[in-house]
């Protein structure tokens, strides 16, 4: 869980460490939020274990890219790996794949734009925000006039970096295909020369040795230039292996910069000018008969595709709005989904009892609502507790679907927040904006204040500091317990006599998990089977058996129960769902040797006996007897820490849950 006392730099090391070290790392990037790993084998990372750590919020496998969410403080984090590695593939580039770039078509394209991008969408940002406040104050406050010098001035501080956008990104896409980057800028330096630009204008045949060229717009413009730079990287590196070393250095940018120019003017930027004008005539002809719908579709599920990267493919089609049309209508439901999952955030904060929770949804709900920055509330407060995220789905839907009506859109490209709704000022019906805004706030909120949280998160602390009718001397599985222990609730958690707790309500459960078996704790990186030690069932911990007595970890029902008695899964009334495994392969013994005391559909207590077993009968056939409990929803939770490297009596305090 994010913290404001996290050492950033540390935190970025310590990542560097668990994802396997340099040597495993083709590339890093780094978004708003997110560090992004190119990494070589996604397998070595122990995500399990970067997940714990305080400031990451959360991992994310998509797009073909590892992806550790750590907020607003990403930086400090990356700059960190930077300092220490030799990384050379350049800042906030994504290489592409040593080993032949992996993934789906869909993976890599994406994975391509984000890291083309990724260098400049702060700054991009910023210069929208320009443009936000000039229409702020020339159409809804005038206090500038358009004709001004000074209008004149700020417009062109505004305007300047979108402008030249394709020798921006020629740099960044250069990096991202390990080219010559003054040479990609002097390709992109061509396209928007007067001489191309006013060619275009005048819309007079064009002729290239008697070849006719269809001229195209590349002020502003995105995918020409990548394309371009793509095929820069086929030549390239061909050209430096055949050319002698004595012409190499002059030669190969001569015939790249001439072959590449003069095949994007004549081939790629006519084609991509009008491919790109069928996408997003694609993706906005549904506002003509019924703009509602669209909004409704990009306001309900811009936050999903910000989730699994999609963002990066349509971004560049809403800034090719912006450079053909002055607007982009697929900009007009935004705001709605940014402030709807920013309300559902502040309403689990204003809502939840649970001090750790509320500290990370009260500051990242507030910066979002004025950056326009998400992530990191969506992936650690609305989407494990799950019922927020879908009611911020339903209010930015909504909302959408009012500010389409009015034919809202940007004439910025801007991070969607309050601060830059100026920027829908000049297009659509700007009132509809507002409403729609407000909608989705009114919306988001209520639902997640009335409906949102599970009552274990609302139950107000004093009410939970309620003594018990225990023994505190024993524990609920009838054995006398240490001096130094005590009994902390009715599901029979252990603890030292000297900690401090708070007592669940009479009939309420913990999340918390009690150790399954008595014995030595350890991580479940110690256990030798893959499929738990990689913590791809989910984070827990394992126990090294000094007896054959297996008790349930948790309250709750029995909801599988195998014939075979090695395996039981428990769900509790408080959302955690526990496998306890027997053994490893001990499937394999068809239950010989082990006693079932329960069985599917029973309800069990915490403490309860599941299950006896003959530890000489597992070791005469050649299995480890350890008994593993696992979390399978551990993604629900924003901190599962198990206390390992001790030795536990069953019904001691095992393993720590908190939302």
Request: hydrophobic residues 50%.
């Amino acid at each position: 869980m994010a913290s404001t006392k996290v050492d950033y730099a540390a935190l970025g090391t310590k990542v560097l460490e668990l994802v396997g070290g340099e040597k495993n790392i083709n590339s890093l990037a780094h978004c708003a939020t997110r560090l992004r790993f190119n990494l070589r084998d996604r397998d070595l990372a122990q995500t399990a274990e970067i997940e714990k750590l305080d400031g990451v919020i959360t991992v994310m496998k998509s797009a073909g890219l590892y992806q550790v969410v750590i907020g607003n403080n990403v930086v400090s984090a990356y700059d960190a790996i930077m300092a220490r590695t030799s990384l050379g593939a350049g800042e906030g580039s994504v290489a592409a794949d040593e080993e032949g770039n992996k993934g789906s078509p869909l993976n890599r394209f994406i994975a391509m734009i984000s890291g083309v991008f990724s260098p400049v969408v702060w700054t991009l940002a910023a210069v929208g925000l320009i443009k936000a406040f000039l229409a702020l104050f020339t159409v809804g406050i005038p206090l500038l006039d358009t004709e001004s010098q000074t209008y004149l001035i700020l417009a062109a501080l505004g305007d300047g970096l979108m402008f030249f956008l394709p020798i921006v990104l020629s740099v960044s896409a250069a990096k991202h295909f390990k080219v010559n980057y003054a040479s990609s800028m002097a390709i992109a330096a061509f396209l928007q020369t007067t001489t191309i630009s006013g060619m275009y204008e005048a819309g007079d045949p064009v002729h290239l040795f008697g070849i006719p060229v269809v001229m195209a717009p590349y002020s502003y413009s995105v995918f020409p230039i990548i394309v371009a730079v793509w095929f820069q990287s086929l030549i390239e590196p061909r050209l430096n292996k055949v050319l002698p070393s004595w012409m190499r250095n002059f030669m190969t940018p001569t015939i790249v910069v001439l072959v590449v120019g003069l095949l994007t003017l004549t081939v790629i930027g006519p084609i991509i000018n009008f491919a790109t004008g069928l996408v997003a005539g694609a993706l906005t002809w549904i506002w003509g008969p019924a703009p509602w719908l669209g909004g409704a579709i990009m306001g309900g599920f811009w936050q999903v595709f910000v989730m699994f990267g999609l963002h990066w493919g349509i971004s560049p089609i809403m800034l090719e709005e912006l450079a053909k049309n002055g607007y982009s209508l697929l900009f007009g439901p935004l705001p709605s989904a940014v402030v709807a999952q920013c309300a559902t955030s502040l309403a689990v904060a204003l809502r939840t009892k649970d001090k750790k929770l509320r500290d990370l949804a009260l500051p990242t709900s507030i910066s979002a609502f004025f950056s326009g920055v998400t992530e990191p509330l969506v992936y650690g407060v609305n989407l494990p507790l799950k019922r927020p995220f879908i009611f911020g789905i339903a209010g930015g839907a909504i909302g959408g679907a009012i500010a389409a009506s009015g034919g809202s859109a940007a004439t910025a490209n801007v991070f969607s927040s309050l601060l830059t709704l100026p920027a829908f000022l000049e297009k659509g019906n700007f009132a509809l904006q507002l409403v729609g805004v407000a909608t989705a706030i009114i919306i988001g909120f209520t639902l997640t204040y009335f409906f949102g949280m599970p009552k274990a998160q609302i139950a107000a602390e004093e009410d939970r500091k309620t003594s018990l009718d225990v023994d505190p001397n024993k524990s609920v599985l009838g054995e006398s317990l240490p001096a130094d222990k005590k009994v902390v609730d009715a599901d029979a958690q252990v603890v030292p006599a000297n900690a401090t707790v708070i007592l669940p309500a009479e009939g309420a459960h913990t999340t918390d998990l009690v150790a399954a078996a008595s014995g030595e704790s350890m991580a479940l990186s110690q256990v030798n089977d893959p499929v738990f030690s990689s913590g791809a069932m989910g984070q827990g911990v394992a126990i090294k058996p000094v007896d054959g007595n297996v008790y349930a970890p948790i309250s709750g029902k029995v909801v599988t129960a195998l014939d075979s008695g090695h395996a039981y899964g428990i769900k509790s009334d408080t959302g955690v769902e526990v496998l306890v495994h027997v053994g490893v392969d001990t499937v394999a013994m068809n239950g010989e040797g082990f006693t079932m005391h329960v069985h599917k559909g029973d309800a069990v207590q915490s403490g309860q006996p599941l299950v006896t077993f003959d530890r000489d009968a597992v070791a005469v056939a050649g299995y480890q007897d350890t008994v593993i409990t696992i979390i399978t929803n551990s993604g629900s939770f924003s901190t599962i820490q198990p206390l390992t490297d001790k030795n536990l009596t069953a019904g001691e305090l095992a393993v720590i849950v908190e939302r």
